[in-house]
């Protein structure tokens, strides 16, 4: 990890004392997290096919509803080109708020009606950690469409920025190149989250040509201060202590800290369930080229058989290494691999279908033969729990010749 400082000062522990929660304090976030969700209500909202991303014809609409809306001059602006929108919509997937569902052939974010509920019992103390565990725990900027540049999140990124380059403050009248460097070390929709989150006071000039958010200074507030510092202390002790304490959660520990400063804090949003439906029958259509097979497998069917029975329907040897990869609830990828594999990812001898977080439409890769890389695409095409007649993976339809494990090379 990044060197970090952990000193807290007895002013900045008066400050988290003192500290009030509400839509606007200490910053906008629970007004504009509220928004959004308002936004996509109970009928959810159309998103893109490949990373889930808020329809483009929606976000100048949600542009204006926020607190911090932008003037955005692109001719087709994309997600990312709204900062403050693209942080929220990080926060929502990771926080296990949303998932992602086939509506009448239309991919759209629906509200987890479950976490929705428990969310709407806490309160605004608990929303504000809540939302700032999410981005501890899964601020990665796939979830937006980006490359995870290494392990650590935008969180630790954020962090990092805030206590070696802000310093008293940065002026970009005077270095207005560092603009650039913003857009990837924290990256925008990180440094719009720390405003969101009251970590920072950005200033704007309007005059300035150019710039979707035109920033010309970013200053660090009081209560940034003390929560960070506060935050990497916590951070500092825990790694000091991590083999005495292997069996605590660092979140845990850390809101156990912070109660003693904020006693509102008492609960946490609960992660979302993942239903098993083992009882269940499904049907995925299995693509390679132009060929495709469709293949029904009841839920208890592990990983290992659907890659044999989908090598079998392409008349491949089951001769080498694979795995499954796909993107879980909270828009990250995942892989199970094969039992050989040396890996800490789950394993395909210990996963069957019915306990992963499959939905109809879901899209998901079998990689198999990691010299020769063939990529199979596989799509949840139904899931039903009703009649129920196989027990085992079965090819129900084939189209196309698929091409050849080893082709005869011509000299």
Not at 66 to 85: A, E, G, T, W
Not at 131 to 157: P, Q, T, V
Not at 243 to 263: H, M, R
Not at 278 to 287: A, D, L, N, P, R
């Amino acid at each position: 990890m990044k060197k970090i400082k952990a000193t807290v000062t007895p002013d900045q522990s008066q400050c988290l004392t003192n500290q009030t929660f509400s839509d606007i304090e200490p910053g906008t976030l629970l007004k504009d997290f509220s928004t959004l969700l308002d936004f996509i209500g109970s009928t959810g909202i159309p998103v893109s096919g490949k990373n889930h991303l808020i329809a483009i014809k929606l976000l100048p609409q949600l542009n204006q509803l926020m607190s911090n809306s932008l003037d955005v001059k692109l001719k087709r602006p994309q997600q990312k080109s709204f900062p403050h929108i693209n942080g929220l919509y990080l926060l929502l997937r990771a926080s296990g708020l949303t998932q992602i569902a086939l509506e009448k052939k239309e991919t759209k974010l629906m509200l987890d009606n479950k976490v929705w509920a428990d969310w709407q019992s806490l309160n605004p103390t608990e929303r504000y950690f809540a939302l700032f565990h999410a981005w501890w725990l899964r601020g990665s900027a796939e979830i937006i469409g980006e490359s995870s540049r290494d392990y650590y999140n935008g969180l630790y990124d954020s962090l990092y920025f805030f206590q070696n380059a802000l310093n008293d403050g940065l002026s970009l009248k005077e270095k207005p190149h560092d603009f650039d460097y913003l857009r990837y070390r924290p990256g925008f929709h990180n440094l719009a989250l720390m405003e969101l989150f009251g970590f920072i006071q950005i200033e704007q000039d309007a005059a300035l040509s150019g710039e979707n958010w035109p920033i010309v200074n970013i200053t660090p507030t009081t209560w940034g201060r003390s929560l960070l510092n506060h935050f990497s202390k916590h951070l500092t002790s825990f790694d000091e202590h991590v083999n005495d304490q292997s069996d605590y959660d660092p979140i845990e520990l850390w809101d156990s800290e912070l109660k003693t400063y904020i006693p509102a804090l008492e609960k946490s949003l609960k992660e979302p369930e993942i239903e098993e439906i083992q009882h269940s029958s499904y049907v995925f259509k299995v693509s390679l080229g132009s060929a495709y097979r469709k293949i029904t497998a009841p839920g208890t069917t592990s990983l290992e058989a659907l890659a044999g029975s989908i090598l079998s329907a392409f008349n491949f040897d089951n001769d080498h290494l694979y795995e499954f990869v796909y993107k879980n609830r909270y828009g990250i990828t995942e892989r199970v691999v094969h039992p050989y594999v040396e890996s800490d990812e789950f394993c395909t001898t210990d996963c069957v279908v019915g306990e992963l977080p499959f939905y109809q439409g879901m899209e998901l890769t079998f990689h198999f033969d990691f010299g020769d890389d063939w990529r199979f695409k596989l799509v949840v095409e139904s899931i039903a729990s009703k009649d129920i007649s196989c027990t085992e993976p079965t090819v129900i339809e084939q189209h196309g010749k698929p091409p050849e494990q080893y082709p005869d090379w011509e000299e």
